[in-house]
């Protein structure tokens, strides 16, 4: 069972990374077992409790060995929302009761989580034909916490039924989600009082997770469950989510219980800004100081990762989460007296909008300043991103903005790909077979923030081999002096990287002639698409832009025999230009491309793999010269 609740969908990579790591080959099982059957019973009882209403659910899987002995892992997740009721595993039709699960809280290298608790165990197989059942029984609290229900699973399903039954004194809408091209029977149908809506899936081929692939959500069939309305035990009405406005009272309810301290805050910003004289130049300062000295964890305390941690709790730990570091920033800028706003927001990771009254269409905290009639979006958690600067995985994206007793719902603008150019311009000269010159390389944008993340997870003592790494393009012909250390305090400033060149034996001699080879960059040449094994659409991070201008001062009397022809390729996600010009003894190569739209879709992966091979022959034509 796969459950992905409210949190980020990273779970979903979480777990599955998690479930495979103790197999000595994951795709050699992901073929030696299969899920015979699978049931997802989900059931809605009324109770005495604060919250009148919980959710049941037994979630049983029969997994079949088809050749070799061997063990899976089996994991799933609970926290102070959800609780295990009962685990029922079966080898053979016979209870394994010396099959004991563990509980423990749950962390990995890249996520922290304090109240989340993963109950696992290995189930074996001992010979081909072995049959385990493996039976999960989980309460959810609260039914605002229970979201997502996902069709697929990590391994090859025979047949799989989801069965959601929903009696008469509760108001439900169960929203369907990529059910096309897929074989599900859909069954609704009233047994006496009750709804009960049945889903039947059969021979599906295992989830996989692809590199560059869109979050889950955008592919693979499953259902939203919106609890609207409930009728209690004592008759009367319990509004959960009926609108999304309903679900931002909520939010903002928890966010108002944190007992931030402004005084404290107040204290530690005032130094801040000293010296500032304008609105924006205090609100960068407060805004970078976040960014550099809060370090951002994947998940920390709260109800089931809802509520923030206290502002002045993030500034004394100097880590937080996005909720805790959003607001911090907050106050900060608050105690200055700037109109700063707490905001909600799903990143691009997940496909709903903000007309999905759920917890699932969030997994990200922001900040948001208003002034002058404008509005500008604060994520704490880019720690290189400048001021302005707007990450790929917010932009278009819907944001819930806190207004008070109501809200704001509007949209994070969209940047195009100037944002992020990368421009690199070389003076060149020619020596003997080696070229010989200077350089300013100037990186913007998240080019900027991705090569400052590597930069800045690399040992001191290794910076500086890792950036003539980078700047020579790990080829030990580009030779690199007199380089200036660039400015890597000021998020608000493009990352400047300047220096001398000697590439050596650029020009190499073959009959007569001498051929030239200048471009180690041969940017985006490594995107061709393999399509036997790519089966869902291909992700770029984010809109990129790269620029190579170089000039070549050729000797006197070089005569230039053959110029490759230039490319241009112009579509409407993307743009791919190269060329060479020869201009009274000056040679002149520029390359530009760039990409607008960061999706490319199944059906473009013929015409995207043309449009890179001509890049590719591109980059292999090399100018012939007679000197």
Known sequence: MIRLYPRLFSYLLVLTSLLLQNLASAQEDSKNIIIQEASDDIRFERTKDEQPVQVKESARTTYLCQDYRTSIPIATFYNDQVQIDEVK???????RHDITPKYEYFSSESYFFTDEHICHFQLPFNQKGDVSE???ETTTLDPRYFSTVYFFEDYEIIKKTVTITVPSWLEVEVKEYNFKGFNIDIKKENQGDDLVYTYSIQNTAAWKKEANAPGASYLFPHLIVLVKNAKTRNGENYKYFKTPEDRYTWCHNLCKQVENDPAIIKQHTDALIQGKSTDIEKVKAIYQWVQHNIRYIAFEDGIAGLKPEKAQEVYRKKYGDCKGMANLLTQMLRSEGFDARLCWIGTNHIAYDHTVPSLCVDNHMICAWLHDGKIDFLDGTEKYVGFGEIAERIQGRDVMIEDGDKCLMEKVPVRNHIQNTSSEVRMLHVSGNDLVGHVVHTIKGENKEEFLYYLDHTNTENRQELLLKFLSGGNSSFVISNFKMPDLSDNNKDLVLEYDLVQKNALTAFGGEKYLDLDNRKVFENYLIDTAKKKQPFLIDFKDHMLLQAEIALPPGVKIKNLPPPLKIEH????????????????????????????????????????????RDFYSSQPSLIF
């Open 572 to 615: 409407s996600g993307y743009q791919l230009t190269g060329s060479w010009i020869i201009t009274e003894g000056k040679l002149s190569y520029q390359t530009e491309s760039y990409f607008e739209n960061t999706w490319v879709p199944l059906l473009e992966f013929s015409n995207f793999n043309t449009d890179i091979r001509k890049l």
């Open 89 to 95: 595993i079966s080898l053979n039709d016979k209870r």
């Open 134 to 136: 493996v039976e999960f």
